[in-house]
Structure formats: structure tokens, C-alpha cells
């Protein structure tokens, strides 16, 4: 699963063709939701598909669709290179993003915060396949955080994405 989730992660970020690349990315989410169920986290797997697969590809799908044959051709254009003088604030900005993560992953120590030592001791043991809401609220919290977190990002580069493909050139709005 983990293979097929990198692997259609990569042919949406190294692609040239959109179409091919919209479609790649739904693998990759599917793939994503396939993760998430292998880790036990239905309640999250069902979210990205409902969500991500069901509502942001739609909209993705709806702004290739309206978006103008001349920014189309022009996109396809752009050079592809990965590294360049003007990706250069990006890519320190996404490693400063990963080395701070990194940080935060490691050096947490959830089990010694009050409001999960509160949690555990009301409800005796949380469990990661719990149906109640307090249960879900506290393992979003805690063992799923990260994930959680990287959906969010996820959704606002789509929605960025989306809006950027969805407009047209000139100052005409959709």
C-alpha cells in the first residue's frame, strides 16, 4: 500500500501531463485512505476518502475542466526542473517545515499531558478502535495528530491549486 501511495505521489509531482496527474493523485489518495486503515484508523481513512477523494478531486477535476486552453498550454510549458534559483525559498521553507515536524514528533511526550492523563483516567483506556466521540477526539489528538495535521496541509494546497487552475488570465473571473 505504501508503495503504490509513494509511487502515484511521485508520477503526480514529476508529470508533465495534468490529466494523467489528476488521476494519479487520486490513486494516491485511495492509497492514503488504505494507510490509514492498515494503522486502525478507520474514522480517519473514511474522512480522507468522503472528503479528500470524494470532495477536493471533484473540485480539481472542475477547475481542469473550466480552465482556459491558454493556461493549459502555458502550465505544460513551465520548465520542470525541481531545483532552481527561483524554488529556492520553497525548498528551504519545506525543509525548515520538515526539520521543525521532525522536532515535534520526536521529542513529544503525549502520555505526560494533563488533559490526556485526564482522558485516560475517566474512561479507564482509550481505545483505537472506540466509537464514542471522546474516544475519536483523543486519539485524534494523540496517536493520529500527525496525520490529521498532514490532511489539513493537504486540503489547503488543493484548495490553493484548485483556485489557482479555476481562474483565467486577463482579470476574467469564472
Known sequence: MAFITLGSALVVAAGKNLVRSIFMFFVT?????????LALADFVAVTQ???Y?????????????????????????QSSRFIS?????????ALLFLVVM???VFKAQIN???WVKLAISTHNVVDANG???NEIGVNLMTRYLLPFEVISILLMIALVGAAHLSRREGGQRL
Open 29 to 37: 489518495l485511495f492509497g492514503l485512505a488504505g494507510l490509514y486503515v
Open 49 to 51: 476518502i468522503v472528503i
Open 53 to 77: 477523494v470524494g470532495g477536493i478531486l471533484v473540485l480539481i477535476l472542475f477547475a481542469f475542466m473550466l480552465s482556459g486552453k491558454e493556461a493549459l498550454d502555458r502550465a505544460s510549458q
Open 85 to 93: 534559483l527561483n524554488n529556492l525559498p520553497a525548498l528551504l521553507l
Open 102 to 104: 521532525l522536532n515535534v
Open 112 to 114: 505526560n499531558l494533563s
Open 131 to 133: 466509537g464514542g466521540i
